[in-house]
């Protein structure tokens, strides 16, 4: 491993997570150093240099690539640890005059050459400025994105997987980002923006560390090197990283954070203007030139020399222009720093004269010598700083010098390990983070090199507090908890800053505490954060992590919820899937009771199927939690009840069309059916269930049967859909029942009208009403005629009903099945209330066509013995029956009849 390479990446973000600032060509400038607003310039596209140097100790371990599990990614096992070139610093143009003005260029060259937007956007955002909220528009994509892309991978590469969901937030920012320049700073677009901009950060996060978690626990075997006292260290520091975890995860926190910094320093544009351009102080040297020339208005006091300690040691000023540029390129020094920007940094240096100060920033490089340890005669380049030790001290003191500028005290604090002028110029929470984990390792790095035996005796000067300083990770969130700032600590209960936090310390189950805490709030979460759990609550899982299965399955639920509600119809079968099998049909079915598009449904079932859903057990659900909505008790109702078909009877009658689609379902649909007309029996809403009825198909029952032969099997029906099929019929029956009685009634209530003749009528009106009387007499005839033919047939169908086949109506042929008390005291009062019903019609029917022999007859049917219909009557409906018979027996007799209706015997 070579200490000395600038551009060796720091572990896996700066590899595998390649920063939008080395992908893309983006607009680069800095804030102003008085924290004043900063003024709208841009600059020439130019990619940023990959090459970018690492920060203290980064350089100790390259990206970890996975090997052996299908969980990482596929492809050929590349080694854990990976050299690279040497000398790459030597080849390194420090004189390059160009950075800076392709860097920062002035605003008129900028706007002559950019666009603020990409040509690819530009109808898109458009498109987007004229809906009511465009980033709730812009980003109403990313749920199904995000499913199409967890189901991509679903069977390969986890973290694929993770790099496809920050690609897709990326493409999201972008579009928001152009919206939010064209339409203003929209407090919705911006705030989704700035969501999507934290998971993506999050899921890059994620990957680096999980990374590195996943291949650390598939190396059991992997083998620990001892460090012996002549290694150089470089060797110490490299071999640190390989075995201690600990030390390795928070430089990847580091890179982390530095990439995040990386792409914020591109959304500021501020044309800045150094005066120095090659010349250190070039305003100083021209007034002391001029003052050496005694030329009047140059005797400001200002330094007398010009060495870069003179301002410090004679405790005398720059000139006004040189202090300012001084302030200005300390400050952006730092802004590089921050975001691991080092080479760029020295380069800044050398191009303003200050080549001094690109040297100070060099010396942290540990030391190798590789010429001890090769062997060959050839001598090989040393790299490294020798006297690392004395820099770090000298570094430390200049960073507690009062005199010097904040920033300038912060760039070498950060070079060793002092935590206070640190944190003096970090104003966000992920500055903070940053560098309390920049010191952890520079503190853990020093502490490893002093016990093998490599530390420099200068660092001994440095305070006990650092020698002594005990970092864990933990303890990092606990100062960051007692922080002084308001805003870090107002940052630090931000939800995603939360969620960091705990996949930093890799304390899961503190994770899914705050998630569950999260969704019992009053308030609810914003939609893309939810979404955002979810998908890492998946991940976890696919990882075989441990995590609260009650938390995990209350975050699917209410993504779930918040798809039904949005009407995601295409996704909600998928997160259902991941649900335990019975909660899962429960929550799919509360789902199917929301569409009530007809063309919608076989597209729901199909989706299920395709999930690994219980299809049957789905449906049968939906239809059951329908149908026994606002139950009715089977209980007789006066002739005054609303019998018509409510909003919540249609529902009923719908929802039977979810076991239709497939006829596998069919015996299912039967039951069903049947337990729904049940109810609209008893509560005499025929129309509702003739509709019930006509959506059973025709072919049902044969249908039931071919499917049981088709399996092989040669005994009858189960008992339960022989019964169900029994049902079935007499529901026909009855059905078929009223509608002739209907049509009976109908009939009898248009009977013609005769024709009535004027007392004083003329000839031609009495010839008129002759020819009326005749055509009075012939639809008179056809009525009577229509009437019996009427009369026969309701006669015929209630009779079918009275004296339904093998054991009455209503009635379970097969007694085998598992007894269902439910249905059998449903179809025992329907016969309770339905036959009596269709008695009375029967009589009322047969007396308006004076058929009282006939009616008398009815006596003999309801008391034989072999139906027992009397059984099915109360006392009072009997009595009326009874009276009912009285009347007709009356009626015979006045036609000179015996009370039955014969011939009386002289």
Not at 171 to 178: G, I, R
Not at 848 to 873: C, G, M, N, P, W
């Amino acid at each position: 491993m070579d200490w000395g390479q600038s551009e060796l990446p720091s572990p896996v973000v700066r590899d595998d997570e390649v920063t939008v600032a080395a992908r893309r060509r983006k607009k680069v400038a800095f804030p102003s150093p008085d924290g004043s607003p900063v003024i709208p310039s841009l600059t020439p596209a130019r990619s940023l240099p990959r090459n970018t140097p690492a920060s203290l100790f980064r350089q100790a371990v390259t990206p970890r690539v996975p090997d052996v599990s299908s969980i990482l990614f596929s492809g050929v096992r590349t080694p854990r640890y990976t050299h690279t070139p040497r000398n790459a610093f030597s080849s390194m143009n420090l004189d390059d005059s160009d950075w800076t003005n392709t860097l920062y260029t002035s605003g008129v060259s900028g706007l002559d050459n950019s666009s603020f937007f990409r040509d690819d956007d530009a109808n898109g955002s458009s498109a987007l400025l004229k809906e009511d909220d465009p980033g709730e528009a812009a980003a109403a994509s990313l749920f199904p994105e995000f499913l199409a892309s967890f189901l991509k991978h679903s069977s390969s590469a986890a973290f694929e997987l993770l790099e496809d969901y920050q690609n897709i937030c990326q493409e999201k920012v972008d579009v928001l980002q152009s919206v939010v320049l064209r339409a203003g700073q929209n407090s919705k677009t911006a705030g989704v923006r700035w969501l999507l901009q934290q998971e993506n950060c999050t899921w890059r996060l994620i990957a680096s560390l999980y990374r590195d978690r996943v291949q650390l626990a598939l190396e059991e075997d992997m083998m620990i090197d001892m460090v012996v006292p002549s290694e150089s260290e470089k060797v110490v520091v490299d071999k640190l990283f390989q075995r201690d975890a600990v030390i390795r995860q928070s430089q990847l926190v580091v890179d982390w954070l530095e990439s995040i910094a990386k792409d914020q320093i591109e959304d500021f544009s501020d044309n800045i203007e150094y005066y120095a351009k090659n010349v250190c102080w070039e305003n100083t040297l021209h007034a002391l030139k001029m003052r050496s020339k005694s030329v009047p208005d140059f005797h400001i006091p200002l330094v007398t020399e010009l060495d870069p300690d003179a301002p410090l040691r004679q405790q005398r000023p720059l000139a006004d222009l040189d202090r300012e540029d001084d302030t200005r390129l300390l400050k952006n020094l730092f802004t590089l720093i921050r975001a691991g920007m080092t080479d760029e940094a020295q380069r800044l240096c050398k191009r303003c004269g200050q080549a001094w100060r690109a040297a100070t920033l060099e010396g942290w490089k540990l030391y190798h010598d590789p010429n001890m340890t090769s062997g060959s005669s050839e001598l090989q380049p040393v790299e490294g700083n020798p006297h690392r030790g004395i820099w770090k001290a000298c570094c430390w003191r200049m960073a507690e010098e009062e005199q010097l500028n904040r920033y300038e005290r912060a760039i070498y604090a950060s070079l060793s390990g002092n935590i206070k002028p640190l944190l003096a110029v970090c104003e966000s929470w992920e500055d903070c983070v940053w560098a309390y984990f920049r010191v952890m390792v520079d503190s853990l790095v020093e502490k490893d090199l002093m016990s093998s035996g490599m530390a420099h005796q200068e660092l001994e000067t440095l305070p006990r507090e650092y020698l002594e300083a005990n970092w864990t990770m933990e303890k990092v969130f606990e100062e960051l908890q007692a922080s002084e700032s308001k805003r870090v600590l107002d940052e630090t209960k931000e939800h995603y800053h939360v969620i960091q936090k705990f996949v930093i310390l890799g304390d899961l189950d503190g994770l899914m505490d705050e998630f569950s805490d999260w969704l019992t709030a009053s308030k609810p979460l914003p939609f893309h954060l939810l979404r955002f759990m979810t998908h890492l609550v998946l991940f976890f899982r696919s990882l075989g992590l441990a995590l609260k299965e009650e938390v995990c399955v209350d975050v699917l639920k209410a993504y779930i919820s918040l798809l039904i509600r949005d009407q995601q119809t295409n996704i909600v079968a998928s997160y259902v899937g991941q649900l335990p099998a019975e909660l899962a049909t429960t929550q799919y079915a509360t789902f199917l009771e929301t569409v009530s598009q007809p063309e919608l449904r076989p597209r729901c079932l199909q989706l299920a199927t395709e999930a690994g859903l219980d299809v049957s057990a789905i449906t049968r659900l939906v239809v059951e939690t329908v149908r026994r909505r606002d139950d009715a008790d089977f209980t007789h109702h006066s002739q005054t009840l609303e019998t018509g078909t409510t909003k919540e009877d249609q529902k009923k009658t719908d929802v039977i069309d979810w076991l239709l689609f497939d006829p596998a379902h069919r015996a299912e649909a039967l039951k069903q059916s049947n337990a729904i007309m049940r109810k609209f029996l008893a509560l005499q809403k025929h129309d509702a269930a003739k509709v019930v009825f006509s959506k059973v198909p025709e072919d049902s029952m044969r249908e039931i049967y071919s499917q049981w032969t088709g399996v092989g099997q040669t005994t009858p029906l189960p008992a339960e859909d022989e019964n169900a099929i029994r049902e079935h019929l007499c529901i026909r029956a009855y059905l078929e029942a009223h509608e002739a009685f209907t049509d009976w009634f109908s009939h009898s209530g248009s009977a013609p009208q005769k024709p009535a003749l004027a007392p004083e009528a003329k000839f031609t009106e009495r010839v008129a009403n002759e020819m009326k009387e005749k055509e009075y007499q012939a639809a008179l005839s056809a009525w009577l005629s229509r009437l019996d033919v009427l009369t026969e047939d309701v006669k015929e169908r209630i009779y079918n009903v009275l004296l339904f086949v093998d054991g009455g109506w209503m009635v379970d042929n097969r007694e085998e099945s598992e007894p269902d008390e439910e249905r059998s005291h449903q179809m025992a009062a329907l016969r309770s209330l339905c036959l009596p019903r269709l008695t009375f019609l029967l009589l009322s029917v047969l007396q308006s066509s004076s058929r009282h022999q006939e009616a008398l007859r009815l006596a003999d049917i309801i008391s034989s013995d072999q139906h027992k219909l009397y059984q099915v009557f109360s006392k009072e409906e009997l009595k009326r029956f009874l009276q009912k018979l009285r009347e007709s027996s009356l009626a015979l007799l006045d036609q000179g009849l015996d009370p039955l209706g014969y011939e009386l015997q002289p």
